[in-house]
Every structure is written in structure tokens, then in C-alpha cells.
């Protein structure tokens, strides 16, 4: 089994920064793809970004593209979100996800492991 814990959430202004991490443990997920998901208020959860086991391809979503970065770090057993230029619409609760397969995915019920999210509000 694999725990993900999200960190690094929080309130900032529009424009501002912040990094997610997603700390995995109980198992090492080097090999497994990873991905960011994100739900808003009344909204169904949706795709964020995701890199693959290799680290060689990172896919991301159009409205993102430009602005966040995920990386990951397979010595800490972790992944990152790093996310600049934020807009009041990227507010949402942003959740880590790991699909045991290295081959990254942008469907929800292709990941097997998912933390318990973290909240990020963007002010105006």
C-alpha cells in the first residue's frame, strides 16, 4: 500500500506563488506514474498535470500550461506542483495521485493511491 500526504497549500493572492508536495510512503513509487488532480466548489474533480515514472514526459492541463510545473524527486520519494501566476480560478482543493504504472494518465480511475488533498485559495 502507498500513503500520499499533499503539503504546501494555502491562501495567496492573485499572481503570487506556491509549491504542492506530495510525500509518499509505505512503498517506494519511483516506477509509478504521478499526478495532481484539483475539485472546486460544485465542480467534479479534474486533471491537473502528471509525470511519468521515468521523469521523461509531463503532461498538463490547457488552462495550467505555462504557469505550473511538476517535478519529483525519487530520493525523497515525493512529488511537486510547483504553481506561479495564480487566478482566483485555480482555487480548489488540490489532491496527489499515483497510479502503479509508470506511464502517466490523465483519466481519475487510472490512479490507485490518492492523499487527502490540500486547499489552495487564490484572492483577487
Known amino acids: 500500500q502507498v500513503q500520499l500526504v499533499e503539503s504546501g497549500g494555502g491562501l495567496v493572492q492573485a499572481g503570487g506563488s506556491l509549491r504542492l508536495s506530495c510525500a509518499a510512503s509505505?512503498?517506494?513509487?519511483?516506477?509509478?506514474?504521478m499526478g495532481w488532480f484539483r475539485q472546486a466548489p460544485g465542480k467534479e474533480r479534474e486533471f491537473v498535470a502528471a509525470?511519468?515514472?521515468?521523469?521523461?514526459?509531463?503532461d498538463y492541463t490547457d488552462s495550467v500550461k505555462g504557469r505550473f510545473t511538476i517535478s519529483r524527486d525519487n530520493a525523497k520519494n515525493t512529488a511537486y506542483l510547483q504553481m506561479n501566476n495564480l487566478k482566483p480560478e485555480d482555487t480548489a482543493v488540490y489532491y496527489c495521485?499515483?497510479?502503479?504504472?509508470?506511464?502517466?494518465?490523465?483519466?481519475?480511475?487510472?490512479?490507485?493511491?490518492w492523499g487527502q488533498g490540500t486547499q489552495v485559495t487564490v484572492s483577487s
Open positions: 495521485a499515483a497510479r502503479t504504472s509508470p506511464f502517466l494518465r490523465r483519466m481519475r480511475n487510472e490512479y490507485n493511491y
Open positions: 509505505g512503498r517506494t513509487v519511483s516506477n509509478y506514474a
Open positions: 509525470i511519468s515514472g521515468s521523469d521523461a514526459s509531463r
